[in-house]
């Protein structure tokens, strides 16, 4: 089992920054995946950001050139620095891991970040 807590979340003018992290209870070890979700109200849940153990990354929508997801060695964090900050980024953010060997997925309880004009 994993826990997944997240932070930096906030509020922020258009145009503005921030920088999510997340950080795993325990390292994730072997192949895995570990990256962001965000769900607006009303909407679905959908991918922002992704970094895998070999270091791949993908981006979501309209948010490449903008965010930039990072992982640290111990495979315990990750981080997403958000540049150029639109209101239309204002969402729920939601950590996220896969174990890919087991296909064990994690979730963390979501950070609030809004972006206002």
């Known amino acids: 089992q994993v826990q997944l807590v997240e932070s930096g979340g906030g509020s922020v003018r258009a145009g503005g920054s921030l920088r999510l992290s997340c950080a795993a209870s325990?390292?994730?070890?072997?192949?895995?995946?570990m990256g962001w979700y965000r769900q607006a109200p009303g909407k679905q849940r959908d991918v922002v950001a992704l970094?895998?153990?070999?270091?791949?990354?993908h981006y979501g929508d309209g948010v490449e050139g903008r965010f930039t997801i990072s992982r640290d060695n111990t495979g315990t964090t990750v981080h997403m620095q958000m540049n150029s900050l639109k209101p239309e980024d204002t969402a729920v953010y939601y950590c996220?891991?896969?174990?890919?060997?087991?296909?064990?997925?994690?979730w963390g309880q979501g950070t609030q970040v809004t972006v206002s004009l």
């Open positions: 325990r390292i994730i070890s072997g192949s895995n995946v």
């Open positions: 996220y891991v896969i174990e890919t060997t087991t296909m064990a997925k994690y």
């Open positions: 970094v895998s153990s070999t270091g791949d990354t």
